[in-house]
């Protein structure tokens, strides 16, 4: 079969997202797409880059189902939901212990909610759970097991509030990366905030020992379709202050994955894990919590 050749989709400079410098300086570049520091406050992010309407396309079917989860996408999203949920449950134990307010009750929104799994741990929580996701395969499959999830962006989320009322918990996980703007993702999700509302945002940490380590190999970097934006803590802090958050814990976030699947990961570095692997496949469905301190989790109240 002969193949048609793409036409190679312009791209757009754009300015710091942080403090609006225009100047910028190329550090390294992966697969051809240039990763800057702004030369003003050092946010790190690909420039230049699609123009901002483009990002959307990226989530299709394939994306949750991926042939090179390491390229693009997940493993096998839709496989993993028992880890997902212990992943899941476990931070919002830490929210619960960082919250002022009870959730139960309250109106909990995911962003970027995929399969809608957070919104299963919310509603274990007694919390009216909603989500919003880009791609219309994630938000099939999670209308086929009965949650209130929509098509769309944060404008889609400003709809439910509109009809709901404003939420007590929002959670953007592994999002604020992939966003051309992410100042107004932030501006726009305090305005769905009930006044006392909790944001918890996550998303990975270039200012961790682990990226500075790995250099340009850092596993984040690796994906520069997807990710657009490598934040240190300071990074997303300012950017949280800014738009009138209260910041009110900070850590780390880990998630449990199938032991096999771990064991899988570490065979590829080094040959005793290969033994190890095999041992694996009999121990069944055991996962491990795996924290390598490279994802920050950042919990803010609006006032
Ligand atoms: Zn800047």
């Avoid at 957070?118 to 274990?124: P, Q």
């Avoid at 998303?203 to 934040?231: C, M, N, V």
């Amino acid at each position: 079969m002969e193949e048609v050749a793409k036409p190679i989709a312009k791209r757009e400079r754009i300015g710091c997202a942080r403090c609006g410098g225009r100047e910028s300086r190329e550090q390294f570049s992966v697969r051809g797409w240039p990763i800057v520091d702004c030369e003003s406050c050092g946010l790190r992010f690909v420039n230049p880059r699609l123009p901002a309407s483009q990002y959307e396309q990226v989530y299709g079917p394939e994306y949750f189902k991926s042939p090179d989860s390491l390229l693009c996408g997940y493993r096998d999203y839709g496989g993993e939901r028992a880890s997902v949920l212990r992943t899941f449950r476990r931070r919002f134990a830490w929210i619960l212990k960082h919250a002022r307010k009870p959730l139960v009750g309250g109106g909990f929104l995911d962003i970027g909610c995929a399969f809608g799994y957070a919104l299963e741990v919310a509603i274990e929580e007694g919390m009216h759970a909603y989500g919003v996701d880009v791609s219309a395969h994630a938000t099939n499959e999670a209308h086929g097991r009965g949650l209130r999830v929509d098509r769309g962006d944060t404008n889609t989320a400003a709809r439910i509030v509109a009809k709901v009322g404003a939420m007590r918990l929002i959670t953007s996980w592994d999002v604020i990366e992939h966003l051309p703007d992410p100042e107004t993702h932030l501006r726009v999700l305090w305005n769905l905030l009930e006044p006392g509302g909790i944001l918890s945002v996550i998303t990975p940490d270039r200012s961790s020992l682990l990226a500075r380590l790995f250099g340009t190999g850092w596993i984040e970097y690796q994906k520069p379709e997807e990710h657009i934006y490598f934040f240190r803590r300071d990074d997303l802090r300012a950017l949280l202050d800014r738009t009138g958050f209260i910041l009110a814990a900070e850590s780390t976030a880990g998630k449990y994955v199938p032991l096999g699947f771990a064991l899988e990961r570490l065979a590829a570095y080094a040959k005793v894990f290969r033994v190890a692997k095999r041992l694996a496949w009999r121990v069944g469905a055991q996962t491990v919590y795996v924290d390598p301190l490279d994802k920050m989790h950042l919990l803010c109240r609006r006032p």
